[in-house]
C-alpha cells in the first residue's frame, strides 16, 4: 500500500426508508454502491450495519450479523481492503473470517472490550476511536477542559488497554472520533492539531464525511446544509488532513476526496524536491 493519504469509502448497510425492497434490496444496493466506490478510486471500503448518529438505537447482533457479511463476502474478491464498522467482537470476527482485515471499532475497544481479542487472534489491523458512550448518550458527554489534551490521554488509554491484551503495536489505528461526543467547536480543535494525536505514534483515521458540523459551518455562511451538500467541506477537510500526514479519510463521496488527496500529494512531492534542490544546490 502506497505512503499517500488512503481513501476508505463508506458502505452502509441499513434499511433504505425509501425502498420495501427488503434485505435483498439493501444487500444489493449496497453491494452495488462497493462496487461504484472503488471504481472511484476508494482503497478501502468500510462496510457497516449498524448507525451511529446521534440519538440512533442499537440494532441487535444478528441483525448486524445478517446485514454486513453478505456484503463483506461479496465484496471480499473485488476489494484489495475492506473493513468492518463495528462495536462488537462477534460481528468483527465473523466480517474476518468473510475476508475483512481493518476491524473499525467506533467505541475504541470499549463498548465491547473482547474485540481487541479478535484483533489478537486473527491478526486483523484495529482501528481506535476517540469514544465516551453510546449514540444515546454521547451528547451529554461533550464537556471538556482541553479537548486535544484529553482525546489525546484518552486515546492513549484505549490503546494501552488494547496493546495490553496482545494487539502488535503496527495493527493499532487510531481516529479523533469527530462528532463523538464532541460539539462543532472540539472537533475544530480536534482537526487544527491533528499533529498533537500522530504524536501518539500510530496512524491516523479522520471521518468528518457530512458530519453536522460542517452543516453548521455551510448554514451560518447560507449554504445548503443538508448531508449530501457537505461533500465540498468534506474534501476540503480531507486535502488538510492529507496535507498533515493523516493515513486515511473515511468518505461518501469517495471522487472529491481522491482529488483532494491527489491535491495534498502533489504540494507534498514540490515541498520534498524542493528541498532537496537546496540542499544539492552549490553555495
Ligand atoms: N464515523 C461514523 C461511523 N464510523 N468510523 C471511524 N473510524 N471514524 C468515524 O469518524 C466514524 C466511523 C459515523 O458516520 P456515518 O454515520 O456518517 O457513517
Known sequence: MSTRTQVMGIVNVTPDSFSD????????????????????????????????????????????????????????????VISVDTMRAEVARQAVAAGATIINDVSGGKADPAIAHVAVDTGARLVLSHWRGHSDVMASLTRYGDVVREVRAELAEQVEAALAVGVRRDQIIVDPGLGFAKDAAANWELLARLDYLQDLGYPVLVGASRKRFLGELLARHGTESLPTFRDRATAAISALVARAGAWAVRVHDVPSSVDAVRVAEAVRAANVARTQQHQEAPQ
Open 21 to 80: 425492497g427488503g434485505q435483498w434490496f439493501e444487500r444489493d444496493v449496497a453491494i452495488a454502491h462497493g462496487r461504484h466506490l472503488l471504481a472511484q478510486g476508494a482503497d478501502i471500503l468500510d462496510i457497516g450495519g449498524e448507525s451511529t448518529r446521534p440519538g440512533a438505537a442499537r440494532v441487535s447482533q444478528e441483525e448486524e450479523l445478517d446485514r454486513v457479511l453478505p456484503v463483506v463476502r461479496a465484496l471480499a474478491g473485488d476489494a484489495e
